[in-house]
């Protein structure tokens, strides 16, 4: 009896030994003194495979004692890419490596973190508002100045260049249209044209008579219609990528009680492990406390108001053709001399009189254009599908 209860103290010390190592504790059957210990110990812990032989390299992962040193899994030193951590909080799944990084240099996933299909999401969505651009239609229902309001000016220099002096031809208080008039002209007489700085038409030295231009008959009234508002979206944008990498389901062991024996991540991956649950979710308390949140897809609601508006038309001119005369008798209109548009400024040769003219009756109003103002930008883009990775501080 004394030796059997000697053989059982040494089997306790051993039992002990082990659990100092890392290995998990031995039954607590082994303590009631009912029991025999005539077969032998295991080499490791109870947990470990007793056909272990030991001629085989250390399998992390799989709660046996592959290299017959006494060590299992986390426990031996040959499983430094492994580590012990806590169990799986409930409610979310892991274990698994995690990328946070750019989607070019997304490393795809180690061998150690290869079971089932791995998670891919994206955070970091860049898209700006819509652009909205209104416009206008043509002017409509506009009103030609009066033909009276048009000014006729004579230059000494061409239509390009500076001149220095210029002389107004009498404006006629009522336009007939096609109906010669012509007091006050302007008497060039056909002598040379010598530019001067005495610019008295009634001097001693006849003007010089280079170019003839004519004020435009500008469009009054009138409106626009605006046009539908033009949206422009540019492609919504990830700038991160995550991949999230599962560890196999079946844990090693050679942890203590209430933790388990998985690979650890390497670069580029998180330092951590991380745990995963759908949705956007605080994480839970204990180890797993830095949150990553990924998305796997986009709601895209950009749009404009179409709150396009339109100013009153500018810019808009009744084009009318003026003829112009050398007759130097007030009221004919004989001697062709040049034709111009009114808005326009054309040269002259030969330095002659301008004394009649006549003017057609005012076109349609054209050029005339309006302001748009409008175009709010709504709405955004953001993520959907979101997924929570909660992952333990790689110190």
């Not at 008039?181 to 610019?199: N, R, Y």
């Amino acid at each position: 009896m004394s030796s059997s209860l000697v053989g059982r103290g040494a089997r306790l010390a051993a039992w002990i030994g082990l659990g100092a190592a890392g290995v998990l504790a031995a039954p607590a059957a082994c303590l009631y003194p009912e029991y025999t210990f005539d077969e032998p110990e295991p080499s490791g812990s109870a947990g470990a495979d007793s056909g272990s032989s030991g001629a085989g390299a250390e399998d992390c992962a799989n709660g046996a004692d592959d290299d017959g040193d006494g060590l299992i899994d986390c426990a031996d030193p040959a499983c430094g890419d492994f580590v012990c951590t806590t169990a799986v909080p409930e409610g979310w799944s892991g274990y698994f490596a995690l990328f946070d990084g750019e989607p070019a240099m997304d490393p795809g996933c180690p061998a150690a973190f290869a079971a089932g299909a791995p998670f891919v999401g994206n955070r970091g969505l860049s898209a700006p508002p819509a652009s909205c651009a209104c416009s206008c239609g043509p002017a409509e229902g506009q009103a030609c100045e009066a033909l009276e309001d048009v000014v006729i000016t004579v230059s000494d220099a061409p239509c390009e260049a500076a001149h220095v002096c210029e002389w107004p031809l009498e404006k006629i208080p009522s336009w007939t249209p096609n109906a010669c008039a012509g007091p006050d002209g302007v008497f060039g007489e056909g002598v040379a044209c010598v530019p001067s700085d005495d610019c008295d038409a009634s001097a001693a030295a006849h003007p010089c008579v280079a170019s003839v231009s004519a004020t435009a008959i500008m469009a009054t009234g009138g409106a626009c219609a605006p046009n539908p508002v033009q949206i422009q979206r540019a492609d919504p944008r990830w700038t991160r990528l995550g991949r999230a990498c599962a560890a196999a389901e079946a844990p090693g062991q050679g942890c203590n009680l209430g933790r388990v024996c998985v690979p650890r991540p390497a670069a580029p991956f998180e330092g951590g492990l991380c745990i995963a649950k759908d949705g956007d979710n605080a994480c839970p308390p204990g180890a797993y406390t830095e949150k990553h949140v990924f998305f796997t897809g986009i709601e895209d609601d950009r749009s404009c108001k179409d709150d396009c508006s339109c100013g009153a038309p500018s810019r808009g001119a009744c084009p009318t053709t003026i003829t112009l005369y050398s007759d130097d008798r007030i009221d004919t209109c004989t001697t062709r001399l040049i034709e111009l548009q009114t808005g326009e400024c054309e040269d002259l040769e030969g330095n002659p009189s301008v004394v009649g003219r006549k003017a057609m009756s005012p076109g349609a109003p054209t050029g005339g254009a309006c302001a748009p103002s409008g175009g709010t930008a709504t709405g955004e883009a953001r993520g959907a599908g979101p997924r929570t990775f909660c992952c333990q501080s790689a110190g």
